[in-house]
């Protein structure tokens, strides 16, 4: 479910599910928005200081925004299905503190979780909360790889009452 903002708590986590990245996926997404030489094929990559190919970072960003919709799709959706009210999810007024940690090569796995570290309530948009969250992505040997702080509205149970 989908919590409202007054129900959700520091240090609730979420994950967002898995992906592995291919080395087919890596090369065509980075032909199109990437053209780095470790990103384009293992020849490139070896002469680089990553020696080997792997994935750009916003591949990896990019991973993490179709996860994460995937999930809120899903969880609407079991809550309709099960007649439970879902809060809204709002637009996000951005994030902040992007990091590669670590690169990600051709047949990683990565999972994708986050974090609540925080919530602010919304003055100019009272029917609304703002939930602050860690967003962390870690390779199938439980290394962190990448990492942002995210921001996003979130409706108030109040704004459904009124």
Not at 100 to 123: C, N, Q
Not at 126 to 151: I, R, Y
Request: hydrophobic content about 40%; charged content about 25%; glycine content about 8%.
């Amino acid at each position: 479910m989908i919590d409202f903002f007054e129900d959700i708590r520091e240090g609730d986590t979420l994950e967002l599910g898995r992906y592995t990245f291919q080395t087919d996926e890596i090369i065509r997404f980075a032909e199109k928005y990437d053209p780095q030489p470790f990103h384009l094929s293992e020849e490139g990559a070896a002469q680089t200081h990553f020696g080997r190919l792997c994935a750009s970072g916003w591949h990896t960003a990019s991973v993490f925004m179709k996860l994460f919709v995937a999930k809120m799709k899903a969880t609407q959706s079991a809550a309709r299905e099960s007649g439970v009210t879902a809060a809204k999810i709002g637009p996000s007024p951005g994030f902040e503190d992007l990091k590669w940690i670590k690169p990600v090569f051709a047949g990683d796995t990565l999972t994708y979780t986050r974090i609540v570290t925080g919530k602010t309530e919304s003055r100019s948009r009272p029917e609304w909360g703002l939930v602050h969250s860690d967003m962390l992505a870690h390779n199938q040997d439980g290394t962190l790889v990448f990492s942002f702080k995210a921001t996003v509205f979130v409706e108030r149970r109040a704004a459904r009452a009124g």
